[in-house]
């Protein structure tokens, strides 16, 4: 019979096996150990569920096992009798001290003059452990090859990662590991996984992915972000776009609001500059920045991907147009260059296109800003003693509270609703 | 007695017997030590490296004084109490015995006094102080070392002979010592002997002396022997040792004639042999190699299962640091341990003075395997310590990967050469690479900088020596 690992506990899939407690050719009784499995919980045995034989060992020293796999082929008991008839090779208990029932059993062996009980054999097969090969030694330190005889691990198989090719306990574990890895690929099903709940697949991370989340923890977990909100009436915005949007279009450009929501936050940004700023704790200042380049979330099918409209403050609108389509478009194809991703100094995400918002955006460090827009809805808008319909965007800036108090990012805020809804102001200074 | 059974039973309580039979009780079995002599330690410790080492710190003593004339430093004829050396050799032995005894009883392991001997693979026949008895174990570890050879034309029955055993025990100070052989034994014990006093000849039947050693080491010491002795004959043989009254006559023959000189005591110092007979392997599955060890893999596992075998009776090199390791590998093995024999340098010192020092590959070997080796070389003449010990004669050798400058070994030649090996044997095991060593900083003013200098000239020049470049 195999047997497969058993249901250990509540919440234990599987572990990695620590030791092998059995050998093959070795006599197990009902609930002896057979090997010893780390799992995420605790170290447990795992016990043979009847008594017999070890045929064959399924699994080796450093395996990763799950729940159901067959990790040991057992001979029970019953038609032992008959196998050890007709199989001669003498294999039978290890463990020292447990060899000891088998000798209280001598067998009068004809071609020795003395009858010698059944020796304990450990391990019959003299190639085992042979003399070392002769050639260069492999350069590993004792305690990496005392590491390598306990997972199972060929030294010669592993190229050392460090000077003059030596090997370290890191590369051995990095061996064992991929090697469990690729044990999973070949098995059934490829890295389909299935479990208690239903099949589950499994991928590597693209490293883009990888710095994303690596990013999106810094941020989280190292900046205390204020979420400030408020609703921006966009109908005379929006009358302003559809009467110069043709315009643009004859000059081979698109107006679309993110220009002109690059435009108001640079405007908000030279009035509360802390917003256009770092945060350099080490030295204990602030780096207030005199350039306006400021990131456009994108999304793309590799992942978000931030490119940097520069100098916003210095173009104009139909610049800032032409420019961000030619971004968005480069940065989809991942054609965009990496100097195009530095140096912002302000994001801006826009979620309006997808229909979507409104949402609490994360700050993009040394940043200690972010707008996060959402879509414009048509509202009733109680005006002049009527409610009238007007087309109401919400938004959010995200600010760093260790650097910007309430008031100021409020303020800040509240000047970009104010160009939003009244951009002509903008460009009279009021 | 009455019959008892145990985990394992170590036959010999060397260094590997009882560093076995420790490891093994630590890991929790139930273990014996039996060995048939009164005090434990066997040969290292009682007959062989302790012993010699102390007559050679004391000897020393001497030789040390007699140069002390050279710094205007000068002191009278010395007068060696051969009693009083004698007992405080036997106190050092003493006290290290008895501490193994007292290691043994804290750990629980049985220590007998019997000749052992295999009955069967599970059992072994006492015989000895106690009424005979038998016991029977699950696990048995040999480890009976060896004893000293005497070719049988030099075997003979006069008091004036002497192993490297009787030769410990100091009986006098012979005016003429003849030493038979050119190894690492005869060199120490003739050392001994030529400090105390004795006109010492030796006779090696190879070209050279320690003929297995790195050629460039034993350069200094021959060197500096051939001022201490009064003769070395190399490529010389012992024809004949004929008994007369006024000594012993040996008659030598080299290439091109015989000749007899009479000596007041003869060494015979010509090798070890396994010590197998008398155990009863004939009634076990354990087979020896051609050369008379008792065969053993890596696990030091025989060819009867359950039957380990360490130290000397295991194979070569002889040496009590290699049986201890051995030891543990076989304790460990059998407490169900992964554990093999894979050292990749045994030390070996030959404590003469200056002492000869090495490990792991040699450039002979290199040279013989076709491996691609860089030999780096530090003459002591540059090292401001052994200026000032006024012992420029020494050597540091080390041997390199060609490619990666891994070190691969390392010989030395110089006083303190047997201490200074550890950092080869350690640079060789870690896999360390001539740069770790090179730029490790070395204590100045010590002799262990020519280590660090020697790694150096794998990249250009050290620091205190110049090395033109070659084109």
Not at chain 1, 205 to 211: M, N, P
Not at chain 1, 318 to 328: K, T
Not at chain 2, 131 to 153: N, R
Request: net charge neutral; charged share 25%.
């Amino acid at each position: 019979m195999k047997v497969e690992l058993p249901f250990l506990a509540e919440g234990i899939e599987g572990g990695d096996v620590v030791q092998l407690l059995v050998h093959e050719g070795d006599q197990v009784r009902e609930g002896q150990s057979l090997i010893e499995l780390e799992t995420e919980k605790a170290t447990v045995p795992v016990p043979a569920p009847v008594e017999g034989t070890v045929v064959r060992l399924l699994i080796q020293q450093g395996d990763h096992v799950k729940v159901g796999q067959a990790i040991i082929e057992l001979q029970e008991s019953e038609d032992k009798a008959g196998k050890a008839q007709t199989s001669a090779p003498e294999k039978s208990a290890t463990g020292g001290p447990n060899a000891e029932a088998q000798r209280d059993h001598p067998q009068a062996r004809p071609t020795r003059p003395i009858p010698t009980p059944e020796s304990p054999v450990v391990d019959q097969k003299p190639a085992v452990v042979s003399r070392p090969p002769a050639g260069p030694a492999i350069p590993a330190p004792p305690s990496v090859r005392r590491l390598a005889r306990e997972l199972g691990v060929d030294l010669s198989q592993i190229k050392g990662s460090e000077a003059g090719g030596r090997i370290t306990a890191e590369d051995v574990k990095t061996f064992v590991r991929e090697r469990t890895t690729r044990g999973t690929k070949l098995g059934v099903g490829g890295n389909i996984v299935s479990t208690p709940y239903g099949s589950e697949r499994r991928e590597p991370l693209s490293s883009t992915r990888r710095k994303i989340a690596a990013n999106m923890i810094q941020a989280w977990t190292t900046i205390p972000h204020v979420h400030q909100f408020q609703d921006a009436d966009i109908t005379d915005l929006m009358a302003l776009h559809k009467r110069y949007a043709p315009e643009f279009k004859k000059k081979g450009a698109t107006l679309t609001l993110s220009s002109l929501f690059l435009k108001a936050v640079v405007h908000a940004l030279k009035l509360y500059p802390q917003l256009n700023a770092t945060l350099d704790l080490t030295n204990g200042e602030v780096i207030y920045k005199d350039y306006y380049n400021i990131g456009v979330a994108v999304d793309t099918p590799a992942g978000l991907i931030v490119p940097v409209v520069q100098q916003v403050d210095q173009k104009d609108l139909l610049q800032i147009s032409l420019e961000l389509a030619d971004l968005a478009e480069r940065t989809r194809k991942r054609e965009v260059k990496l100097e195009e991703l530095r140096g912002a100094t302000f994001t801006v995400s826009n979620m309006g296109g997808i229909s979507a918002g409104p949402f609490l955006p994360i700050i993009n460090p040394p940043q200690v800003g972010i707008l996060g827009v959402g879509k414009a809805k048509m509202t009733p808008v109680y005006r002049d003693g009527q409610f009238v319909p007007r087309r109401v965007l919400q938004l959010c800036v995200a600010y760093d509270h260790r650097l910007i108090d309430g008031a100021i990012g409020a303020r800040f805020t509240n000047e970009i609703v104010k160009v939003l809804e009244d951009f002509q102001g903008m460009f009279l200074g009021l | 007695m009455a019959e008892s059974r145990y985990d394992v039973a170590v036959i010999g309580a060397g260094p590997g017997g009882y560093a076995a039979a420790f490891q093994a009780a630590d890991l929790g079995l139930r273990t014996a030590l039996i060995d048939e002599d009164s005090q434990l330690g066997g040969t290292c410790l009682l007959r062989g490296c302790i012993p010699s080492k102390a007559l050679l710190h004391a000897t020393r003593l001497l030789t040390d004084a007699d140069e002390a004339a050279v710094w205007g430093i000068h002191f009278g004829k010395p007068r060696v109490d051969l009693e009083a050396f004698r007992d405080r050799v036997s106190a050092i032995i003493g006290k290290l015995t008895k501490g193994v005894r007292t290691l043994a009883g804290s750990r629980k392991v049985e220590v007998i006094r019997a000749r052992a001997r295999f009955k069967d693979a599970t059992t072994l026949q006492l015989s000895g102080a106690n009424t005979p008895s038998e016991l029977s174990f699950g696990y048995a570890i040999i480890a009976t070392g060896s004893t000293p050879v005497i070719p049988d034309w030099l075997r003979l029955s006069d008091p004036r002979m002497m192993d490297s055993t009787s030769a410990l025990r100091l009986p006098d100070i012979p005016p003429r010592l003849l030493v038979i052989g050119g190894g690492y034994i005869g060199l120490e014990l003739g050392t001994v002997y030529q400090a105390l006093g004795s006109e010492v000849t030796m006779v090696e039947a190879l070209p050279r002396l320690l003929n297995n050693v790195d050629a460039d080491l034993v350069r200094p010491l021959h060197q500096r022997l051939l001022r201490q002795f009064t003769a070395i004959k190399l490529n010389t043989t012992v024809e004949k040792l004929d008994v007369r009254e006024e000594g012993l006559a040996a008659t030598f023959t080299d290439s091109q004639k015989a000749s007899t000189e009479t000596f007041d005591r003869v060494l015979v110092a010509v090798g070890r042999r396994p010590s197998t007979s008398q155990l009863g392997l004939e009634h076990t599955k354990i087979t020896l190699t051609s050369k008379g060890f008792i065969q053993v893999d890596r696990q030091m596992r025989t060819t009867e299962p359950n039957i380990f075998a360490i130290g000397d009776v295991a194979g070569e090199p002889m040496l009590a640091h290699k049986a201890t390791h051995e030891g543990f590998v076989a304790a460990r093995v059998i407490a169900g341990k992964q554990s093999v024999f894979d050292a990749r340098a045994i030390p070996a010192v030959v404590f003469t003075n200056p002492e000869i020092a090495w490990c792991g590959l040699t450039e002979q070997a290199a040279k013989a395997s076709g491996q691609a080796v860089k030999v780096a070389r530090f003459p002591w003449a540059a090292s401001g310590r052994a200026t000032t010990l006024g012992r420029n004669e020494g050597l540091t050798k080390l041997v390199l990967d060609a490619e990666s400058g891994r070190i691969l070994g390392m010989g030395l030649c110089g006083v303190g050469a047997g201490e200074l090996i550890a950092e080869g044997v350690l640079a060789v095991e870690m896999g360390a690479v001539a740069e770790d060593l090179a730029t490790s900083i070395h204590p100045h003013p010590t002799l262990s900088e020519t280590i660090m200098e020697a790694a150096e000239s794998f990249y250009g020049s050290p620091t205190h020596l110049f090395i033109p470049k070659r084109s």
